[in-house]
């Protein structure tokens, strides 16, 4: 799946890089449902259902306000480091939650990634940790970010800098520390292509930019034996 079919409308990236203080992003009433991946129904620790999408939003409101102290009341001090630092402006959309993992997305700019936005994952009554689409400078950062992702077993993390075919495509397999060796990146008809080799082949992660002055994204992977 590539990136023009996750965007409803094509900006450039450097039109978006702001401070989230978006009203309209305020006032987002409940969306749809959202399947990503680790969903998991949150509980108080009481026992007692909690609502992950009021807890989602509570910490979406406060980020909104750049209200840390609010934002510390409903989770963990590293979302709240991995919220604040959001390169791009507010998503405008709450895209529901699948158990405990709730989705706000851009419906108006394009952004690096199948995540498409913010993944807030809930635990109790605190948003234990944040995923976000990634601003990244260099076609290598991005690869490697894909590859620590996989090693780490985080999809929702290769999310935030790859398409979900790649993501997909990648995670067929369990990394098996077999050895690979980041061999850099090179130029090819419409980017860059970046190389893993290990004993028997090699991958590539095909690199693309959001736009000429957006971040870098892994749009498909592919493989070669020796």
Not at 80 to 93: E, G
Not at 179 to 197: L, P, T, V
Request: charged share 20%; glycine share 12%; hydrophobic share 45%.
């Amino acid at each position: 799946m590539t990136m023009g079919a996750k965007a409803v409308a094509v900006l450039t990236v450097m039109g978006v890089l702001a401070l989230p203080a978006q009203a309209q992003a305020r006032e987002q009433a409940d969306g749809a449902d959202v399947r990503p991946a680790g969903a998991a129904q949150g509980r108080q620790a009481s026992g007692t259902a909690a609502r992950p999408s009021t807890v989602a939003k509570a910490l979406f409101r406060a980020w909104l306000k750049a209200d840390r102290a609010a934002a510390s009341a409903v989770a963990t001090p590293a979302a709240v480091n991995t919220l604040f630092a959001y390169p791009y402006r507010a998503p405008d959309h709450f895209a529901g939650c699948a158990g405990a993992a709730c989705r706000f997305v851009h419906t108006s700019v394009r952004v690096p990634g199948a995540l498409n936005g913010i993944l807030m994952i809930v635990s109790g009554a605190r948003v234990s940790r944040v995923y976000g689409s990634r601003h990244l400078t260099t076609p290598e950062k991005a690869a490697k970010h894909l590859f620590n992702a996989w090693k780490a077993g985080d999809r929702n993390r290769g999310l935030e800098v790859a398409s979900s075919g790649a993501v997909r495509t990648l995670f067929r397999t369990r990394y098996g520390g077999t050895g690979h060796m980041f061999q850099g990146c090179e130029a090819e008809a419409g980017g860059r292509r970046c190389a893993y080799s290990y004993e028997g082949g090699a991958m590539f992660m095909h690199a693309r930019k959001v736009s000429p002055g957006g971040g870098h994204w892994i749009r498909s992977i592919d493989y070669i034996a020796d």
